[in-house]
């Protein structure tokens, strides 16, 4: 039985208790799947498992609080899943969590790349095949095989968690573990190569074609503030509507700073993205240094306290200046 | 002001009301000799202290922030300088990656009775920011840096292209 058939039985088996069960179907077209919400039986046969599952259904759960659902997640999903648990904004009684091995998943972007580079456009795009570690898009009539390692999520390339790290209902075989993984995040090792007064001329070159959409905050699963951002409240009144780099930037410092030892790094922001801002290397920044500082990772221990929520009365890491 | 201008700096201080707060009363009354180019913002304790209030003094201009609160296990409520302490450890230490020099911020521990370790403080701080300068006025990034970034991370572009 292959994972879809095994998770499709266990969900079919536990919904009649579930107000419904998050996961992903076919999308608008061969390319993108898109979430979906199973509210009946004969919602379950449209989930689909595999490359083409980008988003992380975790964002959803604050959502339905107080209601029982059932959620599928990847590995890296399953993180957010935990996070939000650790930090009581979602019950473990109410979720039920759905999973299977994860082989990885496609960035869109560098699927259309591909596709542009073999004279195609991603808008035709009529079939996607995954088999095993090739993605084949057929498109204009014409197929294009491009290997998964390729076309992967930068995450996927480095990823620690193909498993989910808590589940309920955990299907089929566990994937493999990634084998030689790069050493470093390559946004990261390009931001570390700079000088400081460049990397505010980074920051300022890519911020400059923000939108403020907000979709980095609405698919962030740790955005739970929703109709309370501070973004966008009055009092305090920390943004203006000013179209100014400078607003756009001081957004990104308030979504990193308020994800500092939250983040599991799921990429949804930099994935939501419309206008292909990195914004989550700010996040992977934050990250390493909660792990220097504090010795945590988000998201893989449901009894962990944040770090930013507790303190020792000497601290390990922290050396304080002497005057 | 206009007589000062490029002699003093834009500095913020953000001061527990309990401990840094009356430190610095301490140093006025004993008329200790201090540079001018603190502003000093009174808050209850530095756990108080939200990380972007300093983001956002510094984003905005401001030459320089410090931040001090009363000594750890010496909080007037107990444990604010503790959660304060890992905070503005983490801001300081994502300040580089943000493109802001983190010496430009500091954080420290003064109480009501240390007149003189305020004085010090202050001056050490002050001498600190009046040797990076002026912060840079980050509108007016030059074309050449911009075009020399702009291809850093590979598919960070992609929209442009």
């Keep these: 039985m292959s994972r879809l058939d095994a998770l499709k039985t266990r969900i079919k088996e536990a919904l009649p208790g579930l107000e419904c069960v998050i996961g992903w179907q076919k999308g608008y077209d061969a390319l993108h799947n898109t979430p979906l919400f199973i509210r009946g039986e004969a919602d379950v046969d449209k989930l689909e498992w595999g490359a083409l599952n980008v988003h992380n259904p975790a964002v959803y759960l604050p959502s339905f609080a107080g209601k029982k659902v059932g959620v599928v997640v990847k590995g890296c999903d399953s993180r957010s899943v935990v996070e939000l648990l650790q930090e009581k904004l979602i019950d473990r009684d109410n979720v039920v969590i759905f999973s299977a091995g994860c082989d990885g998943v496609v960035d869109i972007a560098k699927v259309r790349a591909k596709l542009a580079a073999a004279g195609l456009s991603a808008g035709n795009a009529e079939k996607v095949t995954v088999d095993g570690k090739t993605v084949t898009v057929t498109a204009a009539g014409k197929a294009v095989s491009m290997p998964l390692a390729e076309v992967a999520a930068d995450k996927c390339l480095r990823c620690q968690f193909p498993n989910a790290v808590l589940a309920d209902a955990f299907v089929g075989d566990p994937a493999p573990q990634v084998q030689a993984a790069p050493a470093a995040d390559a946004d990261l090792a390009a931001l570390d190569a700079m000088s400081v007064p460049e990397r505010m001329a980074f920051w300022r070159y890519h911020m400059d074609r923000c939108i403020r959409c907000y979709a980095c905050r609405n698919a962030c699963p740790m955005c739970v503030c929703r109709d309370h951002c501070i973004a966008q409240s009055r009092e305090p009144h920390w943004l203006s509507q000013e179209d100014s780099v400078t607003e756009k930037l001081m957004f990104q410092v308030v979504h990193a700073m308020h994800l500092a030892g939250r983040c599991t790094e799921c990429g949804e922001c930099q994935r939501a993205c419309p206008m292909d801002i990195p914004v989550l290397a700010l996040k992977k920044h934050l990250n390493r240094t909660i792990h220097d500082l504090f010795n945590y990772q988000a998201g893989v221990d449901v009894a962990a306290i944040p770090p930013l929520l507790q303190f020792k009365l000497e601290e390990d890491n922290i050396k304080e200046r002497s005057w | ?161």
């Design chain 2, 1 to 161: 002001m206009p007589v000062l201008t490029g002699k003093e700096l834009r500095i913020v201080g953000f001061l527990c009301n309990w401990c840094s707060y009356g430190g610095a009363d301490t140093a006025g009354v004993g008329r200790f000799n201090q540079p001018t180019d603190l502003r000093i913002i009174r808050v209850p304790c530095s756990g108080r202290i939200d990380p972007l209030f300093i983001a956002k003094t510094l984003i905005n201009g401001a030459d320089g922030v410090l931040v001090s609160g009363c000594h750890p296990r010496d909080c007037h409520y107990a444990e604010g300088n503790f959660y304060a302490r890992r905070r503005l450890e983490v801001l300081k230490r994502f300040l580089p990656i943000l493109g802001i020099d983190p010496a430009r911020f500091d954080y420290t521990w003064v109480s009501a009775s240390e007149g003189q370790r305020w004085q010090k403080v202050v001056t050490v701080f002050t001498e600190q920011i009046h040797a990076l300068g002026p912060a840079t006025r980050h509108e007016n990034v030059s074309p050449e840096l911009l075009a020399k970034v702009a291809s850093a991370i590979q598919g960070g572009n992609r929209v442009a292209a």
